[in-house]
Every structure is written in C-alpha cells, then in structure tokens.
C-alpha cells in the first residue's frame, strides 16, 4: 500500500490539473483551449505517437476522426479525417517532384519521373496575374503558347470560342490546327487570332523607282501605325504569315499595253534574304495622253519566319522604252490619313 502511495505521488508531482485542462512535463498552467498538454522540461524531447505500417493502419476497425499514427511505410504523419487517411507532410516530395508553400503560395518545382494525374474534385484550375504558359518552349509569347520543333500536329478532341475573335480578316483564313474527332482530322477555318490590328499606311508616299523583278533598285516601302513611322515590319510571333498590300496611287506617261511593276519582300534587311515576289501589271488606261489616272492593285506576299524578324519591302519598275510613272498615296498627301481610303497601305495576319 505504501509503494501505490508513493508511485501515486510521484506521478502527481509533474503533472499541473487546472480546471478543465491537465499538464504534463512540470508545474505550469496547460492553455485553456487544451484537454492535455505536455512540455519537456529541458525543451529536449519530443511525443511519440503509435508506429504502424500502412496495411496496419488501414486494418483499425472504425477510426475516430482526427486518429493519428505515424505511417512508418512512408515515414510520415498521418491523421483520419472521417473518410480517409490523410498525409501531414508539408512540403510533399514524390520522385522528384516539390510543392512548398512560398508566401501563403503554392510553389511547384522538380522534374516528373513518371505519369501524374491531377484530380480537380470539380474545382477549378487557374493561372491568374501577368506570365505566360508554355507547352513545348521555354519562351511562350502568348497566354498558351503550344509549340512543337518537329512541326507534328497537336491533337485537341474539342474546341469552342466562346467569342469571335476581335479583328476578322478573311473567313477562309485557317489555323494551323488540326482537331481530331471521332478519328477524322481537319483543320478548322477560324480568323486572324492576332491580338491585335496589324494595318499600316505608306509613309512617305513615293513614285516607283526603275528595278528589276529580284529588288534590285526600286524603292522602299515605308510605314506608319498610329503616328509612328517603321522601316520594316517586326512579326510578332514564330509562323507563316500573309501580307496582303492595296497599292493605290497615281499614273502618268506614254502609251503603252501594259507595265511590269515588282513587288518584293525580304528579311533581316534591304539586302537580305529575298523571301518573295509579285509582279503586277498596269495598263494605261487611255491612249495618246500624258494626264494622269488614279489606279489601285491588290497584291499579296507570304512568308515565314521567328518572332521578331524584320521584314522589308520594295516595289520596282521593270525598265523599258515605254515607262510608266506610278506615284503610291501614302501619310502625309493632301490630306490622307491612315484611315483615308485613297491610301496605299498594308495588313497581314499569321496563318
């Protein structure tokens, strides 16, 4: 009787009993919101919790809410939360693979070993703020920027604008898409999906120099957008594109059947690398008069290049006996500006 007395005792001497609340580990008052709590008097040690495997654990008959082991198969804590065992470990790794918290943030890192799939539970997954997503490149230029170096296609099951996009240019324009569906592969006629307008006006207005049919000679074409003037045209992003030009101006000279005008383009500078060609042909539109007659031309290009390559652009008379002077309308002209319709200008789009 007298050593249960004393074990008793002994016990009772590091343990505190305030109301409602018990502490272990000496004399102090337990937090109030605690059942239990237990301190190590030299802050030198810890509480162990049961060690159970994870069959061992899975094999406890109706675990409480809130039950915890420690998981020795995967070394870490884990709690019941009324419908399944929960790990604690924070920050989570698996196989190379990091989630820590930066900032009250999510910080993803490490490089993928094997295939993962993310559960959204029918929550939603989104990138919000500046910052682009690449798929493919280290450099996106855009929202979702989805390249592939061996120009294979990408695959997408469904696709749906909630919305036209903002600048049409021509109906038959063409992603380069390919939409599988029920095994038939198409490509889907959509419009320009630039994020902007890309329509320039000649700047200054000019009158074709004598040339040839490869841009030797001729003249520059130069322009203006928004009251600032360019030399060349900068593409905005990787692709092919179309560049589609309405040649508007004045003629004046001698008879003849019919006027060979070249229309070049060329990247990296006025000397570089010839990318096309057009000819144009222009008729006088009268016969024994040396008056002028306004005329307008369509002519289109087309190439492909990287994003911000420089693109420039010539047109040249082919020279003969029978010359035919043509004067493009450009910003400044008595009054042209670059919404005036008698305007030589341009527009182009990424195909």
Same mark, same amino acid.
Not at 139 to 154: G, I, M, Q
Not at 288 to 298: A, D, E, L, M, R
């Given at each position: 009787?007298?050593?249960?007395?004393?074990?008793?005792?002994?016990?009772?001497?590091?343990?505190?009993?305030?109301?409602?609340?018990?502490?272990?580990?000496?004399?102090?008052?337990?937090?109030?919101?605690?059942?239990?709590?237990?301190?190590?008097?030299?802050?030198?040690?810890?509480?162990?919790?049961?060690?159970?495997?994870?069959?061992?654990?899975?094999?406890?008959?109706?675990?409480?809410?809130?039950?915890?082991?420690?998981?020795?198969?995967? #070394?870490?804590? =884990?709690?019941?939360?009324?419908? /399944? %065992? +929960?790990?604690?470990?924070?920050?989570?790794?698996?196989?190379? !693979?990091?989630?820590?918290?930066?900032?009250?943030?999510?910080?993803?890192?490490?490089?993928?070993?094997?295939?993962?799939?993310?559960?959204?539970?029918?929550?939603?997954?989104?990138?919000?703020?500046?910052?682009?997503?690449?798929?493919?490149?280290?450099?996106?230029?855009?929202?979702?920027?989805?390249?592939?170096?061996?120009?294979?296609?990408?695959?997408?099951?469904?696709?749906?604008?909630?919305?036209?996009?903002?600048?049409?240019?021509?109906?038959?324009?063409?992603?380069?898409?390919?939409?599988?569906?029920?095994?038939?592969?198409?490509?889907?006629?959509?419009?320009?999906?630039?994020?902007?307008?890309?329509?320039?006006?000649?700047?200054?207005?000019?009158?074709?120099?004598?040339?040839? #049919?490869?841009? =030797?000679?001729?003249?520059?074409? /130069? %322009? +203006?957008?928004?009251?600032?003037?360019?030399?060349?045209?900068? !593409?905005?992003?990787?692709?092919?594109?179309?560049?589609?030009?309405?040649?508007?101006?004045?003629?004046?000279?001698?008879?003849?059947?019919?006027?060979?005008?070249?229309?070049?383009?060329?990247?990296?500078?006025?000397?570089?690398?010839?990318?096309?060609?057009?000819?144009?042909?222009?008729?006088?539109?009268?016969?024994?008069?040396?008056?002028?007659?306004?005329?307008?031309?369509?002519?289109?290009?087309?190439?492909?290049?990287?994003?911000?390559?420089?693109?420039?652009?010539?047109?040249?008379?082919?020279?003969?006996?029978?010359?035919?002077?043509?004067?493009?309308?450009?910003?400044?002209?008595?009054?042209?500006?670059?919404?005036?319709?008698?305007?030589?200008?341009?527009?182009?789009?990424?195909?």
């Amino acid at each position: 009787m007298r050593k249960t007395t004393f074990l008793f005792l002994f016990a009772m001497s590091a343990t505190a009993v305030f109301a409602q609340s018990m502490g272990i580990g000496g004399i102090f008052v337990p937090d109030s919101s605690s059942v239990l709590q237990v301190k190590a008097s030299n802050n030198d040690k810890g509480i162990l919790i049961p060690e159970l495997t994870a069959d061992q654990r899975d094999a406890i008959s109706l675990p409480a809410n809130g039950l915890l082991i420690y998981n020795t198969t995967e #070394n870490c804590v =884990n709690t019941y939360n009324g419908t /399944k %065992w +929960i790990s604690l470990c924070i920050p989570l790794v698996t196989n190379g !693979l990091s989630l820590t918290t930066v900032n009250d943030s999510v910080q993803l890192g490490g490089t993928l070993t094997q295939n993962t799939d993310i559960n959204l539970n029918s929550n939603n997954l989104i990138f919000s703020n500046s910052g682009n997503v690449g798929i493919g490149t280290a450099t996106p230029h855009a929202k979702l920027h989805l390249k592939d170096e061996s120009n294979d296609p990408f695959i997408i099951d469904s696709l749906k604008f909630t919305s036209n996009p903002p600048h049409s240019v021509n109906d038959s324009i063409y992603y380069n898409l390919q939409i599988s569906n029920g095994g038939v592969v198409r490509k889907s006629p959509v419009v320009n999906h630039l994020s902007e307008k890309y329509i320039y006006t000649l700047s200054p207005q000019i009158t074709v120099a004598a040339g040839d #049919n490869l841009g =030797n000679n001729g003249s520059q074409l /130069k %322009w +203006i957008k928004n009251g600032v003037t360019y030399d060349y045209i900068t !593409l905005p992003e990787d692709g092919a594109y179309v560049f589609n030009f309405r040649l508007y101006g004045t003629t004046t000279g001698t008879t003849y059947p019919a006027n060979s005008f070249y229309l070049t383009a060329f990247s990296g500078s006025l000397s570089g690398k010839l990318e096309d060609s057009q000819e144009i042909i222009i008729s006088t539109p009268f016969t024994g008069s040396t008056g002028y007659q306004k005329v307008t031309y369509s002519a289109t290009l087309t190439l492909a290049g990287k994003a911000l390559s420089k693109i420039y652009f010539k047109i040249a008379e082919l020279q003969d006996t029978h010359q035919l002077n043509w004067t493009l309308l450009g910003v400044p002209n008595n009054g042209i500006t670059e919404s005036s319709a008698n305007r030589t200008s341009l527009i182009f789009w990424k195909i």
